[in-house]
């Protein structure tokens, strides 16, 4: 009887990697963290940006609701229009406070945390349409260009 010798296709080792080297995920660490140290500020004036925003929405509707009541009444109630006005970032207030028969009224948007920071300050808008900030910074800056 003959012997077959049957011969197996020897394999290569593998040497072929799955996954990352150490290297590779320290460089590629640092990139992320480059990328994120240049994204949060700019996130972070974008969100203070939408914060001031609203604020000024907020004065604006408010001055709008004295308006209609000096319209249907012959003067201002600064006691009235300011429920629903405070939100997480600004606290609003408008003056004097509590008049129910006054000739004018100012509504004033005060920041707070973050948004005090970001060189507008105080927002405020009157009975004359006058708009005003307590910051350093230009006006139309604070205000949106409105």
Do not use: K
Request: aromatic residues 6%.
């Amino acid at each position: 009887m003959t012997r077959r010798v049957m011969h197996r296709r020897a394999r290569a080792p593998s040497h072929g990697r799955f996954g990352f080297g150490l290297l590779e995920l320290v460089i590629a660490m640092a990139v992320i963290a480059v990328l994120v140290g240049l994204a949060m500020p700019i996130y972070q004036q974008y969100v203070i940006r939408a914060h001031r925003a609203e604020a000024v929405r907020i004065l604006l509707g408010a001055a709008a609701c004295q308006e209609r009541l000096r319209a249907a009444n012959g003067h201002y109630d600064t006691s009235r229009c300011a429920s629903g006005l405070d939100t997480g970032h600004y606290a609003f207030l408008i003056e004097p406070p509590g008049e129910t028969e006054a000739l004018e009224f100012r509504v004033v948007a005060m920041p707070r945390r973050a948004a005090a920071a970001d060189g507008c300050g105080s927002l405020s808008l009157d009975h004359a349409g006058s708009r005003a900030i307590t910051g350093s910074r230009a006006i139309s800056d604070c205000w949106g260009g409105r």
